[in-house]
């Protein structure tokens, strides 16, 4: 299975070790959600994006891990914490010209979910939001404060005057 019918020639044949049965020749239009994270993904991440929800409308879901280059300081070990499953299909960008490799497949999908910049903007994550614009598609920008379940460590207060509402 293959999200992008541009699929970088270097990531056609596999990505990461896996096999994608990729053929140009039958490659057909699929309607693709892009998600773009730093962190590793999780299944905790797999659920409360709703990765399930779009395979069941008939999108293909494409994760990018733009960890290597966005977070300098990250562990190497961190790639293999990912969480996988044949639902999805996941990509380690390791460089910003890989990131470049993946520009038809962002102009091509129908969503891009940006996780990259939930941690706050700077310098190392600007390419990762340049592409994002030049690809045209709707996006999403996903704020920490906005997560379920986010407390922070200076609980706002909530409606009823109290610290954080527990969620």
Not at 72 to 79: E, K
Not at 122 to 133: C, D, E, F, K, Q
Request: with cysteine.
């Amino acid at each position: 299975m293959t999200t992008c019918n541009k699929l970088p020639k270097i990531m056609r044949a596999s990505s990461n070790d896996l096999e994608h049965g990729w053929r140009e020749d039958t490659a057909t239009a699929r309607r693709t959600v892009v998600y773009i994270t730093n962190v590793p993904f999780t299944q905790r991440d797999y659920e409360r994006y709703g990765v399930s929800w779009w395979r069941s409308e008939g999108y293909a879901v494409l994760v990018l891990d733009v960890g290597s280059f966005t977070l300098p300081h990250r562990p190497p070990h961190w790639d293999e914490t990912a969480f996988r499953n044949d639902s999805f299909e996941m990509h380690f960008v390791r460089t910003k010209a890989e990131l470049a490799a993946f520009a038809a497949c962002l102009s091509d999908a129908d969503l891009i979910v940006d996780l990259n910049t939930a941690h706050g903007h700077s310098r190392w994550n600007l390419p990762v939001l340049r592409a994002i614009a030049r690809s045209g598609t709707p996006s999403l920008v996903i704020s920490v404060n906005a997560y379920p379940g986010y407390q922070g460590t200076d609980a706002a207060p909530d409606r009823f005057g109290g610290g954080s509402a527990g969620f």
